[in-house]
């Protein structure tokens, strides 16, 4: 029978522990994961709105106008839709939503 090298198990490991981390860390957030994929294209990376976005009639996530309104009303118009903004309630779950919601409350004036 073959003896375990204690070496070549240790640089396995090692290995693998480099391979595994940064998904690791990248899945830390899944809200921002599932803004990037599926509210970005509108709404750009910083909330502030891309061109197509804007041209449809988004809003910058980072100004008063936005961030007044309170967590039931854009809870409300990302799961039903409101005018050109599409509607989520069949795509995305409750929970899915409200955490979205909470990614968008980071995006503030300056960031
Ligand atoms: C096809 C482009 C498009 C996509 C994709 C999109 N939105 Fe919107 N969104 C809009 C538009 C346009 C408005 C403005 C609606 C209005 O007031 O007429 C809007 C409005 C909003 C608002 C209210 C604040 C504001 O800008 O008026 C929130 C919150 C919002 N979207 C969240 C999201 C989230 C979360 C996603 C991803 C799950 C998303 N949107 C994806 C186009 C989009």
Known sequence: MKKINIRSFAVVIAIAMVLVLPSAAAAQNPSETLYKTKCAACHGP??????????????DFRSAEVQAQSDAALNAIIAQGKNKMPAYAKTLKADEITALLAYIRSFTPGK
């Open 46 to 59: 910083d909330g502030s709105g891309s061109a197509v976005g804007k041209k449809l009639g988004a809003h």
